[in-house]
T-cell receptor
Framework: GAGVSQSPSNKVTEKGKDVELRCDPI?????LYWYRQSLGQGLEFLIY????????KSGLPSDRFSAERTGGSVSTLTIQRTQQEDSAVYLC????FGGGDEQFFGPGTRLTVL | GNSVTQMEGPVTLSEEAFLTINCTYT??????LFWYVQYPGEGLQLLLK?????DKGSNKGFEATYRKETTSFHLEKGSVQVSDSAVYFC???????????FGQGTRLTINP
């Protein structure tokens, strides 16, 4: 079956612009995660969605970052007024139930802020 | 808070050499422990996991044992291949928590 997909695969934007990154999780997975992979910070958790529960936003680095998950499936990560330090690979993952379940990762979106 | 420390790379070995990548963690309670691998040009994928003390995870010839007394989860392989060249990440999922906390990653290069 299909894995986690993300779009776009690459995004180049100018400082100050807003960007939207999309994640399509594996069908039937109730949990969805966003992580960021950057040279200086390694792999960092951003946000977690589980079913209809309120998301865990504890990893979002600033209020310029937000995410939503519509219909318990597709998720969009939005970064407003992008800064150069936002340049990174943004990874989405999903798991069947959350908790200690295996997380399946998408290929990522490479964001470059000029 | 929870954290993972893994040996810094890069690590370069010859084919058929023995591999150890050290990983230690700090966590309260009983976390689940994972090794993820990222092959060149590919996404992160789970290599192996262990969910309780003394459990051994294994896959593709790799092994790691959950050692609570030393808070460690070292990755080992008896005879590496060129195809094992990748970046390896140790990670934990805290008890009752959902997110993964990753180590910094270790880049492994195997020469023929």
């Amino acid at each position: 079956g299909a894995g986690v997909s993300q779009s776009p695969s690459n995004k180049v934007t100018e400082k100050g612009k807003d960007v939207e990154l999309r994640c399509d999780p594996i069908s039937g997975h109730t949990a969805l995660y966003w992580y960021r992979q950057s040279l200086g910070q390694g792999l960092e958790f951003l946000i977690y969605f589980q079913g209809n529960s309120a998301p865990d936003k504890s990893g979002l680095p600033s209020d310029r970052f937000s995410a939503e998950r519509t219909g318990g499936s597709v998720s969009t990560l939005t970064i407003q007024r992008t800064q150069q330090e936002d340049s990174a690979v943004y990874l989405c993952a999903s798991s069947l139930f959350g908790g200690g379940d295996e997380q399946f990762f998408g290929p990522g979106t490479r964001l470059t802020v000029l | 808070g929870n954290s993972v420390t893994q040996m810094e790379g890069p690590v370069t070995l010859s084919e058929e050499a023995f591999l150890t990548i050290n990983c230690t963690y700090t966590a309260t309670g009983y976390p689940s422990l994972f090794w993820y691998v990222q092959y060149p040009g590919e996404g992160l994928q789970l290599l192996l996991k262990a969910t309780k003390a003394d459990d051994k995870g294994s896959n593709k010839g790799f092994e790691a044992t959950y050692r609570k007394e030393t808070t460690s989860f070292h990755l080992e392989k008896g005879s590496v291949q060129v195809s094992d060249s990748a970046v390896y990440f140790c990670a934990l999922s805290g008890q009752g928590a959902q997110k993964l906390v990753f180590g910094q990653g270790t880049r492994l290069t195997i020469n023929p």
